[in-house]
Structures are given as C-alpha cells and as structure tokens.
C-alpha cells in the first residue's frame, strides 16, 4: 500500500526566514507527488509537483521542492517565509503501481510565520 | 477556484435522512473526484469518476454512492447520513488521471445531528 507522513503537524518560523515542511512516502515503483496549500476556509491550491526529471522543482509563490529517491522524501522549501504564508500544506503521492488516478495525501503541516 | 462550484456550501441534517452535494465544472475535464477532510486524516478520497457513467472507489466509500449523467456535473450521495459522516466535503477535477494536477473546489460544510 502507499502513503505519505508528513512528520510534523505545525512548523514555526520567523519572517525572512526560511522554511522546511517535510514529506516522506511509501509507494512501489515510481512515485508522483505533490504539494498543496489550503488557506482558511478555502479549497486546496496547487503549489508544485515532481513527476519525473530534475529533483528540484519550483512551483508557486516562491516555494520549490527537492525529490530524494534514496530517502524517499519531498521535502517543501522557501528562501525567504512570509507571514501570508501560513497555512495549511499538504503533501500527496500516487504511483503507477497503484493507481495513478488516486492521491493519497497526508495528515498536513499548519506552516505559521511570524513577524 | 479553477471553474468549480459545490453545492451546497453549508449544510445541517439529521441522522438519518439522505444528503446530496453537486459538483459542477466549467472546464470540461474528464476526471472528478470527492474528497473528506477531517481532523488528523487530511483528505481522503471517497468516489472518483474518469468519465460520464464510469466511476471507481476510493479509500472510504462506505455509506457514499456517486452518479455523473454529463460531464459538468459529479453527485455525491449519503443514502442515510451518520454522524461519523460529519466532514467537509472537497472535489476536485482534472483533466487526465495519470499523474495530472488535481485542483479542488471550495468545499461543503456538511454537519449531520
């Protein structure tokens, strides 16, 4: 079966600072994963996804992600946090050995920055 | 919110008596699916459909049932709402499966007495 842990349920930061929301998964065979961000009382919004090619993929406002097969980790970044940048994030996987069209997504990390 | 509407957006029921939340889209994707969110679970999927009429199971499907007669629209149904049912209700869309970028409606606010 796959699956995705994202290890720490809230990540503090300061302002200017930057940041790591951590991901590991679970998957037979190669994985497709994906990072989400859900603003209060909103839906989920796309950040990025790695399906093959470079490890390290950028994606919206700023953030990006390296791929580690090795560790089998998807770790989110940012250089530089902003305060609107807390919230909800979301980390998911699929695979072609299970079923491409499910994601499977983890519990969630609540990023809070402060100024 | 990528050209989807839900449904209702809030909605208070008993124990008991059958619910139905609509999905629709203006972007003419193939792929819909339902989620839950829950505290402590993230989100979860419940039914999925990858064409008019043709609809698969997702990881908690118990107590749902799903129809899609066109391509704008996807229904999800509590034939007898639980409490345990209590959640917010996501869809979402894309274009393919295979790996294409899912993107999620604004959510049902669904809170069964």
């Known amino acids: 079966a796959q699956s995705v842990a994202q290890p720490e349920d809230q990540v503090n930061v300061a302002e200017g600072n930057p940041l790591t929301v951590k991901c590991t998964y679970s998957?037979?065979?190669?994985?497709?994963l994906f990072w989400y961000v859900q603003y209060p009382n909103r839906g989920l919004q796309f950040l990025l996804k790695?399906?093959?090619?470079?490890?390290l993929v950028k994606g919206s406002y700023g953030f990006e992600a390296e791929f580690n097969k090795s560790q089998t980790s998807f770790h989110l970044k940012k250089p530089s946090a902003l305060v609107s940048d807390s919230a909800l994030y979301f980390c998911a996987v699929s695979s072609l050995s299970y079923n491409t069209d499910k994601l499977i997504f983890g519990t969630g990390t609540r990023l809070q920055v402060f100024p | 919110d990528a050209g989807i509407t839900q449904s209702p957006r809030h909605k208070v029921t008993e124990t008991g008596t059958p619910v139905t939340l609509r999905c629709h889209q203006t972007?003419?994707?193939?792929?819909m699916y339902w989620y839950r969110q829950d505290p402590g679970h993230g989100l979860r999927l419940i039914h999925y459909s990858y064409g008019v009429k043709d609809t698969d199971k997702g990881e908690v499907s118990d107590g749902y049932s799903v129809s899609r007669s066109k391509t704008e629209d996807f229904l999800l149904t509590l034939e007898s709402a639980t409490s345990s049912q209590t959640s917010v209700y996501f869809c979402?869309?894309?274009?393919?499966?295979?790996?294409?970028?899912?993107?999620f409606g604004p959510g049902t606010r669904l809170l069964v007495l």
């Open positions: 790695y399906i093959t090619g470079d490890n």
């Open positions: 998957v037979s065979g190669n994985p497709y």
């Open positions: 979402a869309i894309s274009r393919q499966g295979g790996g294409e970028t899912q993107y």
């Open positions: 972007e003419n994707h193939r792929y």
